[in-house]
T-cell receptor, first 113, second 115 residues
Framework: AQSVTQLDSHVSVSEGTPVLLRCNYS??????LFWYVQHPNKGLQLLLK??????LVKGINGFEAEFKKSETSFHLTKPSAHMSDAAEYFC???????????FGSGTKLNVKP | NAGVTQTPKFQVLKTGQSMTLQCAQD?????MSWYRQDPGMGLRLIHY???????DQGEVPNGYNVSRSTTEDFPLRLLSAAPSQTSVYFC??????????????FGSGTRLTVV
């Protein structure tokens, strides 16, 4: 079965400290993987995407993610959190049938001053 | 600005009423889809379409109908609203060839409350 799993429903960090949001996938095929961000009462905005090119992917606002096939992971990181990063983050994948994206359940990031 | 436009942004329905959520895109994307977002459950696919005249069911299709008469529009119909359909609804689109490269473009959502 194809699936995307976000391992933490809530993550809380202090401003200026690193951010790590975890995502694992399950697929028999090479996936395309994405991270989206959703600010309160807004739609989803694409942060970054992995499409079988470089395994380290850089996105907007200083975020990056590394595709690790051996660990079936695609974790999102940022070296230094900013207050404006507080939002909900979704990992998603086109895992074989690209007509059906699979979304994780989301991780809410809280950034403390 | 090019993108996905959803209307209305907010709606309150009474149980049993019907309504249509509108979605339009001006990017000539073949693929369009509807998701619902509920707390702790992420986004769940309701219906999708790979082109005009072609639709298919997603994970949670019951209680919803769709049609795709043009490339641009993909309306979602609630046949007889139930409180369980209270949710935020998102429309998304993508090029069909290249979804894996582009990902989805999302609308800003419709917040529906059924009382």
């Amino acid at each position: 079965a194809q699936s995307v799993t976000q391992l933490d429903s809530h993550v809380s960090v202090s401003e200026g400290t690193p951010v790590l949001l975890r995502c694992n996938y399950s697929s028999s095929y090479s996936p395309s993987l994405f991270w989206y961000v959703q600010h309160p009462n807004k739609g989803l905005q694409l942060l970054l995407k992995y499409t079988s090119a470089a395994t380290l992917v850089k996105g907007i606002n200083g975020f990056e993610a590394e595709f690790k096939k051996s660990e079936t992971s695609f974790h999102l990181t940022k070296p230094s959190a900013h207050m404006s990063d507080a939002a909900e983050y979704f990992c998603a994948g086109g895992l074989y049938n690209f007509n059906k994206f699979y979304f994780g359940s989301g991780t809410k990031l809280n950034v403390k001053p | 600005n090019a993108g996905v436009t959803q209307t209305p942004k907010f709606q309150v329905l009474k149980t049993g009423q019907s309504m249509t959520l509108q979605c339009a895109q001006d990017m000539n994307h073949e693929y369009m889809s509807w998701y619902r977002q509920d707390p702790g459950m992420g986004l769940r696919l309701i219906h999708y379409s790979v082109g005009a005249g072609i639709t298919d069911q997603g994970e949670v299709p019951n209680g919803y109908n769709v049609s795709r008469s043009t490339t641009e529009d993909f309306p979602l119909r609630l046949l007889s609203a139930a409180p369980s359909q209270t949710s935020v609804y998102f429309c998304a689109s993508s090029p069909l060839r290249g979804t894996e490269a582009y990902g989805y473009t999302f609308g800003s959502g419709t917040r529906l409350t059924v009382v």
